[in-house]
T-cell receptor
Framework: AQSVTQLDSQVPVFEEAPVELRCNYSSSVSVYLFWYVQYPNQGLQLLLK??????LVESINGFEAEFNKSQTSFHLRKPSVHISDTAEYFCAVSPLRASGSRLTFGEGTQLTVNP | IAGITQAPTSQILAAGRRMTLRCTQDMRHNAMYWYRQDLGLGLRLIHY???????GKGEVPDGYSVSRANTDDFPLTLASAVPSQTSVYFC???????????FGSGTRLTVV
């Protein structure tokens, strides 16, 4: 079984400041790692994912996440946030080579970017 | 546009009534899921289907049922709604491990 812990339920920051949303996971098998974003009154959208290879993965809107196997973490970072980044962010994992592809989600981190 | 369609978008339902939430995908994904999202509790899996003709229980299946007669449709039925089923319900689909999920826009259900 897998579990995901998002260490901060709410992260308030000012516009143009850097931000880090923390995610730790626990699993007895190798996993794929994902970050999803949910804007108000919308469904979740895939932001980025780590499957294999380079441990640093990037999204098209400036977010990046680094897989750290020894610390079982997959923290999400952005060097300079915009008001439009205000949303809830979910970290998720799924086991490799499992029947089906069920994701286990963290409880989410609400990022609020203030002017 | 390829994706998942959920209906209705929102609904107010009297307790004790039966309700079916609809979910249709046009991506030919094998796996489909139903989650509920509640403040402070994140996303909780209700039921899933790895392929047409099969279904399984998630972590909060009580009071809900699903069917998967074909690849595209995965309806969720509340046989007799209770106020604790007030929530936002999301349907999702996946093309397999490593692909992640595609989510629908959700159904906001209020049981009164």
């Amino acid at each position: 079984a897998q579990s995901v812990t998002q260490l901060d339920s709410q992260v308030p920051v000012f516009e143009e400041a850097p931000v880090e949303l923390r995610c730790n996971y626990s699993s007895s098998v190798s996993v794929y790692l994902f970050w999803y974003v949910q804007y108000p009154n919308q469904g979740l959208q895939l932001l980025l994912k780590y499957l294999s290879g380079s441990t640093l993965v990037e999204s098209i809107n400036g977010f990046e996440a680094e897989f750290n196997k020894s610390q079982t973490s997959f923290h999400l970072r952005k060097p300079s946030v915009h008001i439009s980044d205000t949303a809830e962010y979910f970290c998720a994992v799924s086991p490799l080579r499992a029947s089906g592809s069920r994701l286990t989600f963290g409880e989410g981190t609400q990022l609020t970017v203030n002017p | 546009i390829a994706g998942i369609t959920q209906a209705p978008t929102s609904q107010i339902l009297a307790a004790g009534r039966r309700m079916t939430l609809r979910c249709t995908q046009d991506m030919r994904h094998n796996a489909m899921y139903w989650y509920r999202q509640d403040l402070g509790l994140g996303l909780r899996l209700i039921h899933y289907s790895n392929t047409a003709g099969t279904t399984g229980k998630g972590e909060v299946p009580d009071g809900y049922s699903v069917s998967r007669a074909n690849t595209d449709d995965f309806p969720l039925t509340l046989a007799s709604a209770v106020p604790s089923q007030t929530s936002v319900y999301f349907c999702a689909s996946s093309d397999g491990p490593g692909y992640g999920y595609t989510f629908g826009s959700g159904t906001r259900l209020t049981v009164v």
